[in-house]
Nanobody
Framework: QVQLAESGGGLVQPGGSLRLSCAAS????????MGWYRQAPGKEREIVAR???????YYADSVKGRFSISKDNGGKVVDLQMNSLKPEDTAVYYC?????????WGQGTQVIVSS
């Protein structure tokens, strides 16, 4: 099993930056992908960015060019650097990790973009 712990959310003004971090513990060797999703009030959870064990990345169109996902060499920590934040980026951000036949979620961290 894998457990995930997120950190780094908060309140930021439009145009500002935040860095989210997700630390995995447990059976790290079974992780194939790690990523970030978000859920805004009244909306469905959506993918933001994902990175594979081989460091291949995927970004939602809405964050391309503004967000960057990265992981450490050990595959235990995945970060999401968020730049040029917009009010529509306001949401609870969830870390996700997945293996061949399982998935795990973090508890979520709130990001509020407001002046």
């Amino acid at each position: 099993q894998v457990q995930l712990a997120e950190s780094g959310g908060g309140l930021v003004q439009p145009g500002g930056s935040l860095r989210l971090s997700c630390a995995a513990s447990g059976t790290i060797s079974s992780i194939l992908t790690m990523g970030w999703y978000r859920q805004a009030p009244g909306k469905e959870r959506e993918i933001v960015a994902r990175i594979t064990r081989g460091a291949n990345t995927y970004y939602a169109d809405s964050v391309k060019g503004r967000f960057s996902i990265s992981k450490d060499n050990g595959g235990k920590v995945v970060d999401l650097q968020m730049n040029s934040l917009k009010p529509e980026d306001t949401a609870v951000y969830y870390c996700h990790s997945g293996g061949s036949n399982w998935g795990a979620w973090g508890q979520g961290t709130q990001v509020i973009v407001s002046s």
